[in-house]
């Protein structure tokens, strides 16, 4: 087999000895996050361009996409199609990002697909192909998505629902060929990632809506801000696309308790599927919704039992999603002291995070994901400080412990055994306590 041929299925060419697709991938996160679609086109061409296998979902958003992808592609599954899922970060392998019917893709056919998207790489390098060479190769990124793109095609999916990983317009995701009826998901705009995106709701919600293609349809979460609302209606419009409104709540009830956020995400979910396939299927919403817990979304990974606490997860990750998650917290509340561990990454606005959280807590205990783009646990604290002076009180205490998993410990014998640990402010710092003290750095999405 050729570099530019798609490999036959059954094939296992990541079984090669002592070579690990997790480890191949984390290298290439050195190569760092470089917008743009030629490298990602060019891949995808040596690869036989598996996106033009299946029809896709493709959803964007600041907060919400992986549980609107998982809600979106259990209800698929409910139709009677075969689906494919691809979100991001993953918590603990890399092979957890690509879904095929509600599991993630067995090692061994992970391993086959990414060793046959590093060897596409490698030749779009050496020849120079969409722009790539040794100074600007292959991203991890347009990597595992070109394996997620791959392996759906192979498995013969009938639909696949893809999360972006940053923004939209030049994301390696904005490569599905838009056949109809092209529906695109808009989950939600914040500020964030405001260095490759922009400084302004308008400007982010139009890099998010640049996914729409011409014809398609535009599937909007409720309570999106003005701003984005009157981009997406400008490009729709443009593009002689069709808006659908999602509800802000699905009907039905949802399995975590107080996490009402989640109710809007499933609304979106039930929203799409409805474009992608004409119809609805109330029922399939409500058995859904007794049933699916997302991981790391306000999720209970230790039951307190009167001898040691409550652990929490909870990927929020900017303003917005604190908010929401200080909603769930007054909805459902938990054990106290109510002890916050709480590491973010640098392109983040951690003063407005913090000043949307820290009321609702006892104490703070501030650390660092293990990731390039981790913001210090010291600069945290500063944000703290700041937030507190500019918001007032509630004025939890708060203290730096860099390491995640010493802080764990900490927060641990903090909250006692009565009280409640809640790990928030990134999905890599959910990730990193998840994978464990020995494990390496996570992922760059």
């Known amino acids: 087999m050729t570099s530019g041929d798609p490999a036959t299925p059954g094939q296992d060419p990541g079984a090669e000895r002592g070579w690990d697709p997790d480890r191949w991938l984390l290298d290439r996160e050195l190569f760092g996050i470089r917008p743009g679609l030629d490298r990602m086109r060019a891949l995808l061409a040596r690869l036989g361009d598996p996106q033009r296998d299946f029809d896709a979902v493709h959803v964007v958003g600041s907060n919400g996409k992986t549980s609107t992808v998982t809600f979106a592609a259990a209800l698929l599954r409910r139709r009677g199609l075969r689906v494919g899922a691809y979100v991001s970060p993953h918590l603990v392998r890399y092979a957890e990002r690509i879904q095929l019917d509600g599991a993630p893709l067995g090692q061994d056919a992970f391993a086959a697909v990414v060793a046959d998207v590093r060897d596409a790489a490698a030749a779009v390098e050496a020849a120079g192909e969409g722009g790539a060479d040794a100074e600007d190769p292959v991203t991890q990124f347009e990597a595992i998505t070109a394996a997620a793109l791959l392996a759906f095609a192979r498995s013969g999916v009938d639909c696949a629902v893809i999360e972006a990983g940053l923004g939209g317009r030049w994301d390696a995701t904005n490569v599905l060929p838009g056949r109809p009826p092209a529906v695109a998901v808009l989950t939600g705009v914040a500020l964030e990632h405001t260095r490759w995106l922009g400084s302004t709701l308008d400007r982010i919600a139009r890099e998010k809506v640049e996914v729409l293609k011409p014809g398609g349809t535009l599937v909007l979460a409720a309570d999106l801000p003005p701003e984005a609302l009157a981009v997406a209606e400008e490009v729709a419009g443009d593009r002689e696309a069709r808006i659908v409104r999602a509800p802000a709540d699905p009907g039905a009830d949802v399995p975590t308790p107080g996490a ?124 703290v400080e700041a937030a507190l002076r500019t918001h007032g009180p509630p004025a939890p205490s708060a203290m730096v412990v860099p390491d995640p998993h010493e802080a764990l410990r900490e927060a641990r014998t903090l909250a006692g055994s009565t009280g409640t640990v809640l790990a928030t402010g990134s999905l890599h710092l959910v990730a990193d306590l998840r994978r464990g003290a020995d494990a390496g750095p996570g992922a760059a999405f």
């Not at 908010?323 to 938990?334: G, K, R, S, Y």
């Not at 106290?336 to 959280?357: C, F, I, Q, S, T």
Request: net charge negative; with cysteine.
């Open 260 to 383: 009402r956020y989640q109710r809007r995400n499933l609304a979106t979910a039930a929203a799409a599927v409805e474009a992608q396939l004409g119809g609805t299927d109330p029922d399939a919403v409500r058995e859904l919704a007794r049933s699916l817990v997302v991981p790391g979304r306000f999720e209970t990974v230790e039951q307190g039992d009167g001898t040691r606490p409550t652990i929490l997860h909870d990927g929020a990750h900017n303003a917005q999603g604190m908010a929401a998650l200080a909603d769930a917290l007054a909805a459902a509340p938990p054990g106290r002291p109510l002890v916050a561990l709480v590491g973010v990454l640098d392109d983040k606005d951690p003063e407005a995070m913090l000043a949307a959280l820290a009321p609702a807590c006892d104490v703070l205990v501030l650390t660092a994901p293990r990731n390039p783009r981790a913001l210090p646990a010291e600069r945290l604290a500063a944000a």
